[in-house]
């Protein structure tokens, strides 16, 4: 079956621009989650959406960023005004029972700022 | 704080030997410990999730142990293949007042040559 996509699969922007992200789940998944893998780094948090519940944006590094999930299925994450260091992959990733599921990842969109 | 470190960094094995990756942490309090596989370029592919009453979980050549006394897992892979070239990522999941929380280590990079 189909799984978690994203798109695009990668993006150069130039400093200062705004991009937008996009993550389609698993059919059926209530739960869906961004995070940030930097070279190096172990997966960063970034925010977590459950059905119709206020999303928890607790990992988001600043007000740049944001995101939204239309009618609890397609997901966008927004960043405004780009800078260098946002340079990271961006994955996705969907759960059936929120956070204590299992959690099927996306292939990521790989975003370098110029 | 909350931390996974996995040794080793990277490691490069023949084709058909064995090898074991670590995973220590200081997570609390501890929910359940998933390893994943994260070939170059994909999302991460959860191997197993451990409970804190489990010790062992096998998927396949994968074996994964769990010794919640001293907080330390460990990924043993049986007859590498070339395929098992990948990221092997350790995440440990806490939950405090119903909300559970991911953190990843930043993986052990694993090549296998024939």
């Known amino acids: 079956g189909a799984g978690v996509s994203q798109s695009p699969s990668n993006k150069v922007t130039e400093k200062g621009k705004d991009v937008e992200l996009r993550c389609d789940p698993i059919?059926?998944?209530?739960?869906l989650y961004w995070y940030r893998q930097s070279l190096g780094q172990g997966l960063e948090f970034l925010i977590y959406?459950?059905?119709?519940?206020?999303?928890?944006k607790s990992g988001l590094p600043s007000d740049r960023f944001s995101a939204e999930r239309t009618g609890g299925s397609v997901s966008t994450l927004t960043i405004q005004r780009t800078q260098q260091e946002d340079s990271a992959v961006y994955l996705c990733?969907?759960?059936?029972?929120?956070?204590?599921?299992?959690?099927?990842f996306g292939p990521g969109t790989r975003l370098t700022v110029t | 704080k909350n931390q996974v470190e996995q040794s080793p960094q990277s490691l490069i094995i023949l084709e058909g030997k064995n090898c074991t990756l670590q995973?220590?942490?200081?997570?609390?309090?501890?929910?359940?410990l998933r390893w994943y596989k994260q070939d170059t370029g994909r999302g991460p592919v959860s191997l197993t999730i451990?409970?804190?009453?489990?010790n062992t979980k096998s998927n396949g050549r994968y074996t994964a142990t769990l010794d919640a006394d001293t907080k330390q897992s460990s990924l043993h892979i049986t007859a590498s293949q070339l395929s098992d070239s990948a990221s092997y990522i350790c995440?440990?999941?806490?939950?405090?007042?119903?909300?559970?929380?991911?953190?990843f280590g930043t993986g052990t990079r694993l090549t296998i040559i024939p």
């Open positions: 990733a969907s759960s059936l029972v929120g956070r204590v599921g299992e959690q099927y």
């Open positions: 451990m409970t804190f009453s489990e």
């Open positions: 995440v440990v999941s806490n939950t405090n007042f119903g909300n559970e929380k991911l953190t």
């Open positions: 959406f459950q059905g119709n519940s206020a999303p928890d």
């Open positions: 995973c220590n942490y200081t997570v609390s309090p501890f929910s359940n």
């Open positions: 059919s059926g998944h209530t739960a």
